[in-house]
């Protein structure tokens, strides 16, 4: 396509004076444009100019807002203040530049009971000698499969933080080889040290450590030799360390005596709300003690008491405790022996109780009759979300009448059967 332009066309053609009328049209729209930004840009700069005295006076309104705002939360962190001298005590923490502490008078008067001789406080230098010393020869073969990274490399004390000293100097003085899992996690929130053979002696080493560690909220020890005795110096330990919120002792051959050490320790410790003893060996012998821990415990809210022998005395006791306690939430007996009247008085006690969201029942021996109370809990019952009957010998006549009172619950989620 040609372009037309004023010199190709013919002087009296009209393609000129189109394009004249063309060209002053285009002026007069420039004209008109530029006066019209002008006025703009001028009604803008007299726009931003209010804006930024709209500015000033926000400024200074949010300005006395906020040194209210100051003064009140000064105010109230005084009282947060106050009321956390108030509770010191009684929840065994001191507070420094920000941060909780356990009292160091606690700590060494516990570490004391477990190790009389214990230097307190620990000493820095040489606390690495007991390793470097050892003779290779007087190594034996379990202490050469199990030894740690300490025996080989130069260490640096400086890499070491002072509940890391703590447990080396525990370990010397009962002259055993730390584990080396354990030292590398000791400065880390969660500490999980499984299927490591620990033994009591291990265990007192650690709960002298773990006597001042502010740090740690889960002390996972599953599937280790701790034993009864081991198990007393961490119920020691754990008495003054309040700052463990979650523990786990399963599988360490605790029996009841074991138990018994767990369950006086539960009511005096204020910081454990997840507390796992599956596969302990604990029987009805101990059912007073339970029951006697979870009316005082206002703490607790997840109890796994799985793959033990509970059964035929302990459904009366946890009956009334269960109905006593308003904190627990989760409560894990599968596996257990609970038949007859005593699977009935259990299910009365979950019936009772207002806050269990989570029951697991599976493998035991509740059958029809246990099925008919469970009928009637869940009738009653508005808090359950999760329960689990498997395996539990419940027949046609069971299921019968379960299935109207699941079909009137509604705040059930999830029926185990």
Not at 205 to 227: F, K, T, Y
Request: hydrophobic share 35%; glycine share 6%.
């Amino acid at each position: 396509m040609e372009t037309k332009t004023i010199e190709n066309v013919d002087v009296n053609g009209k393609e000129i004076t189109d394009l004249r009328k063309a060209s002053e049209n285009v002026s007069n729209y420039l004209a008109t444009d530029i006066s019209s930004t002008s006025l703009r840009e001028g009604s803008n700069e007299e726009e931003e100019e209010e804006d930024g005295e709209d500015e000033e006076i926000n400024w200074t309104r949010n300005e006395a807002k906020e040194k209210t705002n100051d003064e009140a939360e000064g105010k109230s962190r005084e009282n947060e203040s106050e009321k956390k001298l108030e509770c010191k005590c009684d929840l065994n923490r001191i507070e420094t530049d920000g941060e909780y502490h356990v009292p160091v008078e606690e700590v060494e008067k516990a570490a004391k009971r477990l190790l009389p001789d214990l230097v307190w406080p620990i000493p820095y230098e040489g606390i690495f000698d007991h390793l470097r010393d050892r003779n290779e020869a007087e190594i034996t073969d379990n202490e050469a499969y199990y030894a740690t990274d300490l025996e080989n490399e130069d260490e640096c004390l400086d890499d070491y933080d002072g509940v890391q000293r703590i447990y080396i100097t525990a370990c010397k003085e009962l002259d055993i080889i730390p584990n080396s899992l354990f030292l590398r996690n000791l400065p880390n929130d969660r500490i999980i040290i499984r299927h490591q053979s620990l033994d009591h002696t291990a265990a007192k080493s650690i709960s002298i450590a773990m006597m001042s560690n502010s740090s740690c909220v889960l002390l996972d020890l599953e599937d280790n030799r701790v034993g009864v005795e081991g198990m007393n110096c961490l119920s020691e330990m754990l008495k003054v360390n309040c700052f463990i919120q979650e523990f786990n002792i399963s599988a360490n051959y605790l029996g009841d005596p074991g138990c018994r050490h767990v369950c006086f320790m539960l009511q005096q410790n204020l910081g454990i709300v997840s507390l796992y003893l599956s596969r302990n060996q604990i029987t009805d012998d101990s059912v007073i003690n339970l029951s006697a821990a979870l009316m005082e415990n206002d703490r607790l809210i997840t109890l796994d008491l799985s793959r033990n022998l509970l059964g035929e005395r302990s459904g009366g006791p946890l009956q009334k405790a269960l109905a006593k306690n308003d904190t627990l939430q989760h409560l894990d007996l599968s596996w257990n022996h609970y038949r007859g009247s005593t699977a009935v008085a259990l299910i009365k006690g979950i019936s009772a109780n207002c806050h269990l969201t989570k029951v697991d029942l599976s493998y035991n021996g509740l059958s029809d009759s246990g099925a008919i109370a469970l009928a009637k809990c869940l009738k009653v019952n508005t808090v359950l979300q999760y329960i689990d009957i498997t395996c539990n010998r419940v027949s046609f006549k069971g299921a019968a009448v379960l299935a109207p009172a699941l079909k009137n619950n509604s705040t059930l989620i999830t029926f185990g059967v």
